[in-house]
C-alpha cells in the first residue's frame, strides 16, 4: 500500500460517460484496446500503486459494467444523472477514507502508466497536482492557463476558452490528485457557471489557487499515455499506439518482426531466441515461442505453447495448445482448445485437431479432422480420415496406437481402437477394434454394369 506519512492512497476512476461520439450501445469505457476493455487497462495502472482503495464511478451502462469486472476487486459508486466530472467525484469521495490521499483517473485512457502516476501522486504532497501534456493542436481539451511567474491559475474548458486561451499548447491531462479533505472542500464551491451547464472538475484548480495552494503540474512524456477514447477514430489509433509499442518491445528483445506496424499481442507474449514473426499476425491470451519459432503470415495463437524450432506456416489458427519441438504445422491448420503435439510432428493444410493428443513424429499431412482422440508416435494419417466422435448426444475416443498407417478417406466410428501397427485400407469404415499388426479393410464390392447408360433428359 502506497503511505504518505498518515495517509493512505485511495483511487477514483471516473467510468460514468456515455460516450456518444462511438456510436454503440455498448459503453465506452467496455470498448476492447489489445483485446481486453479500456477500463481493465485502467484499473492494472491503478494497482500497481497498491493503493487502499479503487472507486469506479458509472453510469451509463452501470450494470453491464459492473458485469464485466465482477471480480475486480473495487468499490463501486453510481452516478445516477450525469451532472459533469466534478460530479462524479462528488458522488465518490464519501465513500473515501478520511485523511487518505485522493488519485482522480478516467476510464477511458488505457495507455496511461504507474511511473508517471506516482510522480503525480508524489507531486501532490503540497496539495495539489495534475498531470499535463503539450500538443500542437490541443482541440477538445482543457488549457492550462498560467501567469507570468508560470504558476498555474486555472483550467479553461476548450468549449469555454477565449481566443488567446485556444492558443494554449498545454493542455490538462485529466488525471489529478489531492487530500480528501482539500477536494470535498473545493467541491462544495463549484458552480455550474459554463456553456455545458456541468460541475466541471477542474474548476478546482481555480479554487485551488484562490486558497493559497500550490498546484504542482506533471508532464506526461509521451501524449499516447494520457490520450483518452471519444471515438472509434482515436481508438483505432490507441490500438497502432499499443501495438507499435509491443512491436518495439519484442524487437528490442530480439525477435524478428517482418512489419512491426502488421502484428498485435492482445496478451501477453514470451519469446525465446530468435523468434520470426511474419506480417499480421494476432496473439491473445498467454502464448509463449521457443527458440527460433517460425510464424508464418496471418496466423492466430490464442493460449498456446510452441516448443523450439517449429514453424507454423501461414493462415493457421491455434487456440489453447501446446506444441512440440521441431513441428511442422499449416499452411491452414486449426488447433482447437485441449491439443498437445509431441515433437517432430507434422499436421498439414486444411486439417483439424480438437481435445486430442499426437505422439512423437506422426503426421496428418491433408483434409483430415482427429478430435477427441489419442494417436500414438510414428502414425500416418491419410488425406481425409475423420474420427467420428459425435453421435448427438455424446463424445467418444478414438485410439490409434504407434506406428499405424490410416489410409485416405477413411472413417474412424468411435470408441474403437486401431492397435499398434494397424494398416487401414483407404476408403474404410472402421467401427470395431482392430487386431495389431494387421491390414485390415472395409470396403463394399466394386461393381461395373455392363450397358448402362446415364440419364437423358427430356
Same mark, same amino acid.
Given at each position: ?80 444523472r450525469q ?6 467525484l ?19 485512457v ?8 506516482? %510522480? ?14 503539450? +500538443? ?7 488549457? @492550462? ?7 498555474? *491559475? ?21 488525471? +489529478?490528485?489531492a487530500?480528501?479533505?482539500? *477536494? ?7 458552480k ?6 456541468e460541475?466541471?472538475?477542474?474548476? +478546482?484548480?481555480? /479554487?485551488?489557487v ?7 503540474t ?13 471515438? %472509434? ?5 490507441l ?17 524478428? /518482426?517482418?512489419?512491426?506496424w ?24 498467454e502464448?509463449?515461442?521457443?527458440? %527460433? ?7 492466430l ?8 524450432d ?6 493457421? @489458427?491455434?487456440?489453447?495448445a ?43 499431412n ?24 459425435? =453421435?448427438?448426444?455424446?463424445?467418444y %475416443?478414438?485410439?490409434?496406437? =504407434?506406428?499405424?498407417?490410416?489410409g485416405?478417406?477413411t472413417?474412424?466410428?468411435? #470408441? ?22 494387421? /491390414? ?9 454394369? #455392363? ?8
Open positions: 500500500m502506497l503511505e504518505f506519512g498518515a495517509m493512505s492512497l485511495a483511487v477514483v476512476v471516473l467510468a460514468a460517460g456515455q460516450g456518444k461520439r462511438m456510436h454503440s450501445a455498448l459503453p465506452k469505457v467496455l470498448h476492447p484496446l489489445a483485446g481486453r476493455p479500456l477500463l481493465s487497462h485502467v484499473l492494472d495502472a491503478a494497482r500497481a500503486l497498491k493503493p487502499k482503495q479503487i472507486l469506479v464511478v458509472h453510469g451509463h451502462g452501470g450494470a453491464e459494467v459492473r458485469a464485466a469486472f465482477g471480480d475486480a476487486g473495487v468499490e463501486w459508486v453510481e452516478q445516477a451532472l459533469g466530472t466534478g460530479h462524479a462528488a458522488q465518490a469521495l464519501p465513500k473515501v477514507a478520511r485523511g487518505a490521499q485522493v488519485l482522480v483517473l478516467n476510464g477511458d488505457p495507455l496511461l502508466r504507474a511511473e508517471m502516476l506516482k %510522480r503525480l501522486v508524489a507531486a501532490s504532497k503540497k496539495g495539489l497536482a495534475i498531470c499535463t501534456s503539450d +500538443l500542437t493542436d490541443a482541440t477538445g481539451y482543457g488549457r @492550462v492557463v498560467r501567469d507570468a511567474g508560470q504558476r498555474v *491559475l486555472r483550467i479553461v474548458e476548450h468549449k469555454d476558452a477565449g481566443a488567446k486561451e485556444l492558443r494554449i499548447r498545454e493542455w490538462y491531462a485529466g488525471f +489529478l490528485a487530500p480528501r479533505q482539500r *477536494l470535498s472542500a473545493w467541491l462544495s464551491k463549484v455550474r457557471l459554463n456553456s455545458q451547464k460541475y466541471y472538475l477542474t474548476d +478546482l484548480i481555480a /479554487l485551488a484562490q486558497d493559497g495552494v500550490e498546484v504542482a506533471v508532464a506526461a512524456g509521451d501524449p499516447w499515455e494520457v490520450a483518452g477514447v471519444n471515438s %472509434r477514430h482515436e481508438l483505432a489509433l490500438e497502432r499506439a499499443y501495438q507499435n509499442a509491443q512491436a518495439r518491445r519484442l524487437l528490442d528483445a530480439g525477435v524478428g /518482426l517482418a512489419d512491426l502488421r502484428v498485435d499481442v492482445r496478451g501477453k507474449l514470451s519469446c525465446g531466441r530468435d523468434v520470426s514473426i511474419d506480417v499480421n499476425c494476432v496473439f491473445e491470451g502464448v509463449t515461442l521457443g527458440d %527460433r519459432v517460425r510464424i508464418g503470415p496471418n496466423c495463437l490464442r493460449n498456446v505453447t510452441v516448443a523450439a517449429t514453424e507454423i506456416l501461414g493462415y493457421s @489458427v491455434l487456440e489453447a501446446t506444441i512440440g519441438k521441431r513441428c511442422r504445422i499449416g499452411p491452414f491448420s486449426r488447433m482447437r482448445p485441449g491439443v498437445t503435439l509431441g515433437d517432430e510432428v507434422h499436421i498439414g493444410n486444411f486439417v483439424e485437431l480438437k481435445a486430442s493428443r499426437v505422439g512423437i513424429g506422426s503426421k496428418a491433408h483434409l483430415s479432422y482427429i478430435g477427441d482422440a489419442e494417436v500414438g508416435a510414428r502414425v500416418n494419417i491419410g488425406a481425409g480420415t475423420i474420427t467420428c466422435n459425435y =453421435d448427438g448426444a455424446g463424445k %475416443r478414438t485410439l490409434i496406437e =504407434d506406428d499405424s498407417f490410416i485416405s478417406d472413417t474412424l466410428v468411435a #470408441p474403437v481402437t486401431i492397435a499398434r501397427g494397424s494398416y487401414i485400407g483407404a476408403g474404410s469404415t472402421i467401427s470395431k477394434n482392430t487386431p495389431p499388426g494387421q /491390414l485390415t479393410l472395409s470396403r463394399a464390392r466394386q461393381v461395373s454394369v #455392363p450397358g448402362w447408360k446415364p440419364p437423358r433428359k427430356k
